[in-house]
């Protein structure tokens, strides 16, 4: 990846491969199995949904009613298993950059652009040279193999958030974002309240193009402005309010 050794791969390993595609089909089978034996006890409650399916399912033969409900269970847990795989995140650092991939797409981000590495929640960020979110990736990966790697190929790693302090409370009309950037916000409150994690996703990506790193907690959105974006004239200017941690 460098031409210095070989890099670090830190991902969830065969462990987690065997638990998604061992452990989940099995558990599928299982409560499939169970579902089916049991249609009958379902079919007669009466707050039960589909009943109509379960009373069916009682109709049939034993033990194919079994083995039926077995079988599409565990075609369940291997579904549940392919998004699970082509949703994990594999971090392979280097000296020179680190590369993320998940789900078959490749994406490269070089050393010199990188200011500070750290975990936030769930969460693997990367700030640029203007304090701006190079990649927020959410995983399951131990932090401590995540520190490791980045230290191990001397990379600016953070115990937390540097700029955690600066970050505000959203509330509609604040002063002191950039144009448009209250409109974007109140659209992401919508998507998030709505679930869309895909369209909170993109209006993320809108906000950073405005100079507007957000960090969530919960379904609340807190802000802070980059070295770069435009910032408010002094009339408009209100003191900050405490972080997401209380501070």
Same mark, same amino acid.
């Given at each position: 990846m460098d031409g210095y050794g070989a890099p670090t791969v830190v991902?969830?390993?065969?462990? =987690?491969?065997?638990?998604?595609?061992?452990?989940?089909?099995?558990?599928? &089978?299982?409560?499939?199995?169970l579902l089916a034996t049991g249609a009958g006890w379902i079919a007669g409650l009466p707050w039960a949904p589909v009943q109509g399916l379960f009373k069916l399912l009682d109709g049939l033969p034993d033990p194919q009613v079994g083995i039926g409900g077995a079988a599409v269970g565990t075609l369940g847990g291997?579904?549940? &298993?392919?998004?699970?795989?082509? #949703?994990?995140?594999?971090?392979?650092?280097?000296?020179?950059?680190?590369?993320?991939?998940?789900?078959?797409?490749? /994406?490269?981000?070089?050393?010199? !652009?990188?200011?500070?590495?750290?975990?936030?929640?769930?969460?693997?960020?990367?700030?640029?040279?203007?304090?701006e979110e190079l990649v927020r990736e959410r995983s399951d990966l131990a932090v401590d193999r995540?520190?490791?790697?980045?230290?191990?190929?001397?990379? +600016?790693?953070?115990?937390g958030d540097p700029h955690r302090d600066a970050y505000r409370r959203w509330v509609p009309d604040l002063p002191g974002l950039p144009t448009g950037a209250d409109a974007l916000l109140r659209a992401r409150?919508?998507?998030?309240?709505?679930?869309?994690?895909? =369209?909170?996703? =993109?209006?993320?990506? =809108?906000?950073?193009?405005?100079?507007?790193?957000? /960090?969530?907690?919960?379904?609340?959105?807190?802000?802070?402005?980059?070295?770069?974006?435009?910032? +408010? /004239?002094? #009339?408009?200017?209100? !003191?900050? #309010?405490p972080g997401v941690d209380g501070r």
């Open positions: 991902d969830g390993g065969a462990a =987690e491969l065997a638990v998604l595609w061992g452990g989940i089909p099995a558990l599928g &089978a299982g409560a499939g199995w291997l579904l549940v &298993a392919t998004v699970g795989t082509a #949703e994990r995140l594999a971090v392979t650092v280097g000296t020179e950059r680190v590369g993320l991939r998940r789900d078959r797409v490749d /994406r490269n981000v070089e050393r010199r !652009s990188v200011r500070a590495v750290f975990v936030d929640g769930k969460d693997l960020v990367l700030l640029g040279p203007d304090d995540l520190r490791a790697a980045f230290q191990a190929y001397g990379w +600016p790693w953070a115990e409150q919508r998507a998030l309240d709505a679930d869309k994690g895909g =369209e909170a996703r =993109e209006l993320r990506g =809108e906000l950073a193009r405005s100079g507007v790193v957000i /960090r969530d907690d919960g379904k609340r959105q807190y802000w802070r402005l980059t070295r770069a974006a435009p910032r +408010p /004239r002094p #009339e408009d200017a209100t !003191s900050p #309010e």
